[in-house]
Every structure is written in C-alpha cells, then in structure tokens.
C-alpha cells in the first residue's frame, strides 16, 4: 500500500540547535500535512502544502515541499523547549478522506 | 466549541471485559476516525467513518467494533479486551472537503491486565 517514509526517528539536539525532519515518497504527493504531538498529548495540525516547491515559514519553523512533490521537510530554527515532541507528515487522500502518516520524528533536547 | 471530546481519559480493564470508548464533536465534520498509538509509534487507523450510518475498516479493526448513529458521535467498543489492545486511543474529525485537516481528541490510555 502507499506509505509515507519520515526520518529520522529520533533527534537528539542541544537547546538552541537546528533540527529537520524528512518525509518521502515513492509516488507523488496530492498534497502534505505536518502535526505536532506534544508529550502526552494528541497531534496538533501545523500546516498543509499544496504547490510543487512550496516553502512556507511559522515564525522558526520552515516547512517545504519539493520540486516533483515527492518528499516534505520541516525545519526548525534554534530550537527551544517548547519544540519537544514528535513532529508527523501525513498524505490526505482523495479516495476515502484518510491521511497516510509517517512514523514521525522525535524531537528531544539534551539537558 | 468544545471541538472533539472522549471519554474516559484512564481505564484500566481486565483481559475478556468490554467496554465503549467515547467520541463526540460539535464541528459538523461529516468524517471522524479512530486511531491507535502505541508507545514510540506512529498512528494507526482502526475504524472510520464518512457519515451517519456508514463506517469501514482500518488498518487494524480487528477486536474492536464502531457504530455512527448520528453525525457528532462515534463510538468505539472493544468486544473482548486483550492485553495486545493497551494503548492511546485518539478519535479525530474532519470535514469531506480539501484539506481534510484532521482534529484529535485528547485521547484516551487504555491498560488491559
């Protein structure tokens, strides 16, 4: 079935780092969604990308969509405390309204 | 708006009790789903559904049974609890339209002994 692969799965980074995370995919991409999951907490919808090279920016975090529309990333600029958790793509699809997820990506900033 | 509510927030069961897990939204999504996340995991889809009185199949159904009588709530029942079925399960909602932007309730963690 059609998957969205997101690496890495962990990032480890010191307070004021930057941190990225990638997703990508085998076939094209309609569009691209990006959650934030806090601790114990439920995911959180950032943004969705639509156009091929599209790069849009949330104050320190930048998220991109390539060329060909087959992969996704999402940067974050010195990261703060508030940044930590895990941070998920998701493909919606046309057919029956779901969103494929990737495995998401945990931010985790070292003491 | 209170968005999307579940309930309860903790359960504890013990192996073969059944019980419901709640999931209401004053959105007017016509779409609301079921997930579970397991630690260190990413989400899976157990049921879903696309309207009043109409539901599928996810990527993992089996144990667990749903109905959708109405288009705010979506309820979701375990038959015959396992201890594979202790988890965080999240019900979200959204609209049939583009960007299909999904909205999660804040979960519910689920233990079975």
């Known amino acids: 079935g059609q998957q969205v692969m997101q690496i890495p799965q962990y990032q480890h980074v010191q307070e004021g780092e930057d941190f990225t995370t990638y997703c990508n995919s085998s076939?094209?991409?309609?569009?691209i969604q990006w959650y934030k999951q806090r601790p114990g907490g439920h995911p959180v919808f950032l943004i969705q990308?639509?156009?091929s090279g599209e790069v849009k920016k949330q104050k320190r975090l930048t998220f991109q969509f390539g060329e060909a529309k087959k992969n996704s990333s999402l940067h974050i600029t010195a990261t703060q405390t508030t940044d930590v958790g895990t941070y998920f793509c998701?493909?919606?699809?046309?057919?029956?309204?779901?969103?494929?997820w990737g495995a998401g990506t945990k931010l985790i900033i070292k003491p | 708006n209170a968005g999307v509510t579940q309930t309860p927030k903790f359960q504890v069961l013990k192996t073969g009790q059944s019980m419901t897990l709640q999931c209401a939204q004053d959105?007017?999504?016509?779409?609301m789903s079921w997930y579970r996340q397991d630690p260190g995991m990413g989400l899976r889809l157990i049921h879903y559904?696309?309207?009043?009185?109409?539901?599928d199949q996810g990527e993992v159904p089996n144990g667990y049974n749903v109905s959708r009588s109405t288009t705010e709530d979506f309820p979701l029942r375990l038959l015959s609890a396992a201890p594979s079925q202790t988890s965080v399960y999240f019900c979200?909602?959204?609209?049939?339209?583009?960007?299909?932007?999904?909205?999660f309730g804040p979960g519910t963690r689920l233990t079975v002994t």
């Open positions: 979200a909602s959204s609209y049939l339209i583009r960007p299909y932007e999904q909205y």
């Open positions: 959105m007017n999504h016509e779409y």
């Open positions: 559904s696309v309207g009043a009185g109409i539901t």
């Open positions: 076939t094209t991409l309609s569009n």
């Open positions: 990308l639509v156009k």
């Open positions: 998701a493909e919606p699809m046309d057919s029956n309204y779901q969103l494929i």
